[in-house]
């Protein structure tokens, strides 16, 4: 069965430079969450897109920006990285109908800020 | 949505039942306990959910109290793979449900 798909796997970026995670869905669902977990710590959610529509957000910096495109694939751009925005940053995907049932994620994109 | 309240850690030997507990003194009525785990740094796992009645499926069981104000997960027969961090989360189930808050888990160990 097809997973929720997220690339790069991993990313290694300097201080001050911007960094793109992408997160393709499970085919039909329409939501999609993301997720940072700092070393040790436990995933706090970011943000979330409904129908390419941002619906709802949770802690997610200034820095930090995403969007869902047509096909559901979703993007997060991370500018003027800071070595604590080194993290697993994970991606899942739901369908409308069905709730938190319905949550995959993806495998994550382990990012390191040096 | 309901904040939960779970042990940080727990030992387990391989073979027996696993039970993990969860409060939940401030669920809704109409929110739902689920229960995720995650392994190592990969992406958390969905296992289980109910809203009043105990629940079965092939990879654990969920005990809800009449009240709903605590929980149990129970994995009937813990192999050292259920080595995780287990996460009990209150939230409506509704199609507009939206986020999972995660809150401290608990982190199984299974032991040979």
């Known amino acids: 069965a097809a997973g929720v798909i997220q690339s790069p796997r991993h990313l290694i970026k300097e201080k001050r430079e911007t960094a793109t995670l992408k997160c393709y869905p499970i085919?039909?669902?329409?939501?999609v969450y993301w997720y940072q977990q700092g070393p040790g710590q436990d995933p706090q959610f970011l943000i979330s897109?409904?129908?390419?529509?941002?619906?709802d957000k949770g802690s997610i910096p200034d820095r930090f920006s995403a969007q869902q495109f047509s096909d559901y694939h979703s993007e997060l751009n991370m500018s003027s990285l800071e070595l604590g925005d080194s993290a697993l940053y994970f991606c899942?995907?739901?369908?409308?109908?069905?709730?938190?049932?319905?949550?995959?994620f993806g495998s994550g994109t382990r990012l390191t800020v040096v | 949505d309901a904040k939960t309240t779970q042990p940080p850690s727990m030992d387990c030997a391989e073979g027996r039942a696993a039970n993990l507990p969860c409060n939940h003194s401030?669920?809704?009525?109409?929110?739902?306990v689920y229960w995720y785990r995650q392994i190592h740094s990969q992406g958390p796992q969905y296992i289980i959910h109910g809203l009043k009645n105990n629940e079965t499926n092939e990879m654990a069981s969920l005990i809800i109290t009449e009240d709903r104000k605590s929980s149990t997960l129970i994995l009937p027969h813990a192999t050292l793979r259920d080595t995780a961090v287990y996460y009990c989360i209150v939230n409506r189930g509704s199609s507009n449900t939206g986020k999972l808050i995660f809150g401290q888990g608990t982190t199984l160990q299974v032991k040979p």
């Open positions: 085919p039909r669902h329409d939501t």
């Open positions: 401030t669920i809704s009525g109409n929110e739902y």
């Open positions: 897109f409904y129908e390419k529509m941002q619906s």
């Open positions: 899942a995907s739901s369908p409308r109908e069905g709730g938190i049932r319905g949550y995959t």
